[in-house]
């Protein structure tokens, strides 16, 4: 009988420590990889903050089951190469922040699908079919339509003098024309006077604030989003130094002598992004 005992420990000895069985083996965590692009390197997109508290939320955590591979860049050219090198690695989403980042997306990537956060028309772009359907790999969060007429007669409200108005466009952005269009229906309504200049690199911008002079325009007006995105900061600086107000689209920029900001709630759109 003690035998028989004895015997039996030393089975359940042995079955503890065997190595489990291959069907009962921990599996491995599958990492999610998603591809981040962006456009300005003098800012990291607001919206970027509540993307991630908004995964987070949803279980999807950096270090865990989450690598969100984030590529600021200098312009559209480099957007593309980016957009070329997301597709190259395979990652499994993208999420392109504003106009030229999505473009560079949609030119670009065909299977991989692509989230974007963009503060224009996107169908009116062409980038997507319509609201309901955009159709193809692309789809995402669109923040406000009419901003230029809202912020130009906030602009006006604030500045009373506001009477000639210096208006910088791109010409080489897709979207100048129809910016350019409603900047100048609210201008007529508001009975402001429109000095544009076009720029397209950081020395047009500069050329063009050395050639204003004390009296010139009573504010400044950056229409087109390329420019927006290209170096507003280093734009916002150089304004305040001219002792101009500036209609600015950040928080942030005001930080850097905006007069006033008006937009969505960037950080709480990040987080809805999550979702899609």
């Known amino acids: 009988m003690r035998l028989r005992r004895v015997a039996l420990i030393v089975t359940l000895a042995l079955c503890l420590l065997a190595p489990p069985l291959p069907a009962t083996a921990q599996q491995p965590v599958k990492v999610y990889r998603i591809g981040i692009l962006h456009v300005g390197l003098d800012h990291v997109p607001p919206p970027l903050a509540g993307l991630r508290e908004g995964l987070k939320a949803l279980g999807y955590e950096e270090g865990k089951n989450l690598r969100l591979d984030f590529r600021n860049v200098a312009d559209e050219e480099a957007a593309r190469a980016t957009a070329q090198a997301f597709v190259r690695e395979r990652v499994d989403l993208i999420v392109a922040f504003e106009n030229i980042s999505v473009r560079a ?4 990537i065909t299977e ?3 989230v974007f956060f963009y503060l224009g028309d996107p169908a009116a772009d062409g980038l997507v079919k319509s609201f309901n359907r955009p159709g193809g790999n692309l789809t995402g969060v669109v923040g406000l339509v009419d901003v230029h007429a ?7 409200e604030l500045v ?3 009477r ?3 208006v910088l466009m791109d010409p080489g952005d897709p979207a100048t024309g129809g910016v350019a269009a409603e900047v100048r229906r609210a201008a007529a309504t508001l009975k402001l006077r429109l000095v544009e200049r076009e720029v397209t690199v950081w020395a047009d911008v500069e050329r063009v604030f050395r050639s204003v002079k004390r009296g010139d325009v009573d504010g400044v007006y950056v229409a087109s989003p390329n420019l927006r995105l290209k170096f507003p900061a280093r734009m916002t600086r150089l304004v305040f130094e001219k002792g101009l107000p500036l209609a600015s689209w950040s928080k942030k920029f005001l930080e850097e ?4 900001s008006y937009s969505t709630d ?9 979702t899609y």
């Open 164 to 166: 000639r108005l210096l």
């Open 160 to 162: 009373p003098r506001l």
């Open 257 to 260: 002598g905006g007069l006033f």
């Open 105 to 108: 997306a949609k030119a670009l």
């Open 112 to 114: 991989i699908p692509v």
């Open 150 to 156: 809202k912020l130009l007669e906030l602009f006006k």
């Open 266 to 274: 960037t950080v709480s759109t990040g987080r809805s992004m999550a």
